[in-house]
């Protein structure tokens, strides 16, 4: 089989990191777009031929654009697209500062329509796509404190059903990945955050807002969020569209 291409936003990130090693582990070839130049070449380092890393801004039309152009340079097709760059930020609706708002939109919503409008054209052209957005159990229900962030993974589902309709004719799949609580840095610094504010534990901080909603009183792995996007890239998968698959523990 050809190695697909497969490129990932947010890469040396926690859920990122996992996902690009599940493609490599089976061939593919994979992009890690990210922010930091330093990490993204210690990981391309680390990980070897199979792939290949630049800065991408999602927030930026022109990064995103130019990108997509050398991408398609150099490898003449894109079969996958995993957008995953997110981050967080808390605060009381009335407290939340219009900056951040922003920020977690641009990245969370805007990142995800910017990405599918440059990479759709070329998988059109093929004929073939899979495209996953890592929205969250928070694209489908709400927690206090996490206005932008709700808002945003909620318009991810949203947005992948559009992309899914338009794609569809051109055998194109579009899906969300709805991941519950995985101890990466982005959960690590509201944890923290917490034992500042209130003075939780982790523990207690998970007792109060993850497990109390969750069956599995447990953490997922990030490689257990991996394996279902790799699922949905798969073959396997070709008659999956527009699904919005939690990967929460029961939550
Ligand atoms: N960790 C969890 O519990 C959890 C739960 C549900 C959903 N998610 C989602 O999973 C995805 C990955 O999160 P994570 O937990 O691995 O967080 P993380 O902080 O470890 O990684 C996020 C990555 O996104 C990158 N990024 C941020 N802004 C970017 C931008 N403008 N352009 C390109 N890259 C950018 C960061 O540099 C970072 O490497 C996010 O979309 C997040 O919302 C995480």
Redesign the pocket.
Known sequence: MTPKVVLV??A?????SAIVEKFIAQGDFVYL????EKRIDEAVNHYGSQTSGFV????SEESVANGIARIIAEKGKIDVLVN?????HRDKVEDFPLEKWQLLID??LT?VFLMTKYVFPHMKEARYGRIIN?S???GKMASPEKAAYVAA?HGVIGLTDVTGIEGASFGITVNAVC????K????VKQLEDLNKSEGLTESEALSRIVYPRQAMNRFIEAEEIADTVVFLASEAAKAITMEHIKVAGGM
């Open positions: 936003t947010g040396t990130g926690g859920l990122g777009l990210d922010l930091d991408l801004d999602v927030r995953n760059a997110g981050l967080q990245v969370m990142g890592i969250s159990v928070h993974k991941p519950g609580a995985v990466t840095p982005l959960l």
